[in-house]
Every structure is written in structure tokens, then in C-alpha cells.
């Protein structure tokens, strides 16, 4: 059921689809910064509690990964009520170019403020992306070149460049994020930060934004996961995908984390839904991943200093356990 395991203040468990029912639709993107299209399949909420319009989201494959790898996380958005667009944007094997990877998201930001397909449901001011591996960073990036997305959610997101490209069109991202002044959510695994095959090695990975990023901030280690683990089909990505370092939890357990993670995140911070804190570092986090032994946590996040007369804060960084 929908509504099944709902808390007593009506918050719903993101580990089930919410209470909408959605419409789906591909369309042709072309983004003029870049001179490219694409095609994005979007999810449209529809009758659930509220009308709309809902937050957008933008969804970022990783490096050569299919999009539709990525249509789970999209679904469940879209049922709890953000119109959810999975960018098939470009990621050439050669002559790669993050900034312009970047101004693709942000050129779908800016076409779902007109398109026919959406039809005036999405509210771009209130946008937020997630993306995966490369998509993770790219998505990062977008966030510091532009201020209508208001949150970033990072899946294992690595922010290496592959040989020869330029630092303009290739930047170290984790150098940049701490200008962000939004919500930002990094998860990460452990299986694939060292090895000669790692596909998500220490010096790139997601601590990497975590430990710049301002709050608030949350860093949510898988234990046991690998890069890909967070794919909705991992036996279905083929060769590509086997050459990350094999994991020591199943791809379902780590899918499901993340899909919660994802839904509860923008619940809290896009819709400002205090409840969902427990499923982020709360009691409902502590008994299924901490406790469980599926996670660890950390994040910071500002507190008033009584002490300072000019009324500014510091971050201060909590962890489970």
C-alpha cells in the first residue's frame, strides 16, 4: 500500500511511493548554450493531494550509463509530488566537457519552463537535481553557475577528469562548492575508494564535496556498496559495470536506501516538511541503516553562537554513530 507505515504526523515512508499517480512523456531537448539535444522522459504527479505546481527535479546519469538506469528514482519523486525529468544528456567517451555537461541540466531547467509536456506544473524556481557519479558532479556544478536549483543530491558523485581536458571545461568541483548556499545530500560506498580498478577512488569521491560543502549538508556512507550499487538494474548495465570492485551488499538494499534517502531529503528541504528529518538523522535513520549496520552518517549543519554579538553561525558536524 501507499500509505502503508505512515508516522502519526502524516509523514510518508520514502521507502514506498507517496500518494500521486503520474503521467509520463519524452521529449526532444535542445539546449542553446551547448548546441545539444537530448531526449528527457518526464514524470508529471497527478492526482494526489495537491494540484500542483510541483518542485522540478532533474535527474543526471553517470559517465556512459544509461538514463533509464535511473527511472526508479524518478518515479518515486514523482509519486510524492515533483515532476521529475531524467536527462539523457550527452557524456562523449572523447572531447569531454563538464561545464557544458552542466549547462544541460540547466538547459532543461529552462525548457520546462515553457514546454507543452509540462505545462506550467513545474515550479523552476524550486528546482533540485540528482545525479550520479559524473551526473553527481555535474549536477554540483549546475548548482554553483545557477540560482534556481535550491538543492543538490550527489549518488557516489566523483569528481575526477578524464586526461587532456582543460581545467576550464573539466573544474574540480569540490574546489567550488563551498559557495553553495543550499541543501546538499552526498552518498557514498565503501568498496570502490581504493583498488587499482576503483571507480570511485579516495581522492575524488564523495567526501571529497562533503568536506567543503557549507551546511546543510548530509553524508550518507553505504557500508559494503559499490559506485554502481545505486542503479536501478545493476545485471542489466553489461560490461561497463562490472569493473567497479564487487560489493558485499545486494544492489536492492542499496537502491531502496537511496531512493528513500533521495525522497526524504527534498521533502525536508524542498517542500519543508519537518518530519522528515527522522528518516534523515533521526530515530527512523538510526533503527534502519545506523543501527542496522547499512550506514553511516554525518552532517553539518549551522548553529546560532549566543556568544557573538553580529549574530553569525558555525557549522558544526554530528555523526551516527
Same mark, same amino acid.
Given at each position: 500500500s501507499r500509505w502503508a507505515s505512515v508516522l502519526p504526523d502524516g509523514v510518508l515512508d520514502p521507502e514506498l511511493d507517496g500518494p500521486y499517480a503520474w503521467s509520463t512523456f519524452t521529449a526532444r531537448v535542445r539546449v542553446a548554450a551547448t548546441g545539444?539535444?537530448?531526449?528527457?522522459?518526464?514524470?508529471?504527479?497527478?492526482?494526489?493531494?495537491?494540484?500542483? &505546481?510541483?518542485? @522540478?527535479?532533474?535527474?543526471?546519469?553517470?559517465?556512459? @550509463?544509461?538514463?533509464?538506469?535511473?527511472?526508479?528514482?524518478?518515479?518515486r519523486l514523482a509519486s510524492f509530488g515533483s515532476v521529475a525529468l531524467n536527462a539523457d544528456s550527452p557524456t562523449p567517451l572523447f572531447s569531454a566537457n563538464h561545464r557544458e555537461s552542466a549547462q544541460d541540466l540547466l538547459g532543461v531547467v529552462t525548457w520546462a519552463a515553457t514546454a507543452a509536456e509540462v505545462a506550467g506544473?513545474?515550479?523552476?524556481?524550486?528546482?533540485?537535481?540528482? %545525479?550520479?557519479? @559524473?551526473? %553527481?558532479?555535474?549536477? @554540483?556544478?549546475?548548482?554553483?553557475?545557477?540560482?534556481?536549483?535550491?538543492?543538490?543530491? %550527489?549518488?557516489? &558523485?566523483?569528481?575526477?577528469?578524464?586526461?587532456?581536458?582543460?581545467?576550464?571545461?573539466?573544474?574540480?568541483?569540490?574546489?567550488?562548492? %563551498?559557495?553553495?548556499?543550499?541543501?546538499?545530500?552526498?552518498?557514498?560506498?565503501?568498496a570502490d575508494a581504493t583498488g587499482r580498478l576503483a571507480c570511485a577512488p579516495a581522492a575524488d569521491n564523495y567526501a571529497t564535496f562533503f568536506a567543503r560543502t557549507p551546511a546543510p549538508s548530509l553524508e550518507v556512507t553505504v557500508l559494503g556498496a559499490n559506485h554502481v550499487s545505486f542503479l536501478d538494474d545493476v545485471a542489466g548495465c553489461g560490461l561497463k559495470c562490472r569493473f567497479c570492485q564487487k560489493s558485499t551488499v545486494s544492489d536492492e538494499t542499496v537502491n531502496a536506501l537511496a531512493k528513500a534517502y533521495v525522497v526524504a531529503f527534498l521533502e525536508y528541504h524542498v517542500r519543508g516538511i519537518a518530519g522528515y528529518a527522522t528518516y534523515l538523522t533521526g530515530d527512523e535513520a538510526r533503527a534502519r541503516y545506523v543501527t542496522t549496520g547499512r550506514?553511516?552518517?554525518?552532517?553539518?549543519?549551522?548553529?546560532?553562537?549566543?556568544?557573538?554579538?553580529?549574530?553569525?553561525e558555525r557549522a558544526r558536524v554530528d555523526s551516527l554513530p
Open positions: 545539444h539535444a537530448f531526449d528527457v522522459k518526464g514524470w508529471i504527479p497527478s492526482g494526489g493531494p495537491a494540484p500542483g &505546481p510541483y518542485p @522540478l527535479v532533474v535527474v543526471a546519469h553517470g559517465f556512459r @550509463l544509461a538514463a533509464s538506469q535511473y527511472d526508479g528514482y524518478a518515479r506544473r513545474a515550479e523552476v524556481a524550486r528546482t533540485a537535481m540528482v %545525479g550520479h557519479s @559524473l551526473g %553527481g558532479k555535474v549536477a @554540483l556544478l549546475a548548482a554553483t553557475l545557477d540560482r534556481r536549483v535550491v538543492a543538490v543530491v %550527489g549518488l557516489d &558523485p566523483v569528481d575526477s577528469a578524464p586526461p587532456g581536458c582543460a581545467p576550464a571545461d573539466c573544474p574540480d568541483v569540490s574546489e567550488r562548492v %563551498g559557495s553553495l548556499a543550499i541543501p546538499t545530500l552526498l552518498l557514498g560506498e565503501t550506514a553511516t552518517l554525518r552532517w553539518r549543519q549551522t548553529e546560532a553562537t549566543a556568544t557573538r554579538r553580529d549574530g553569525t
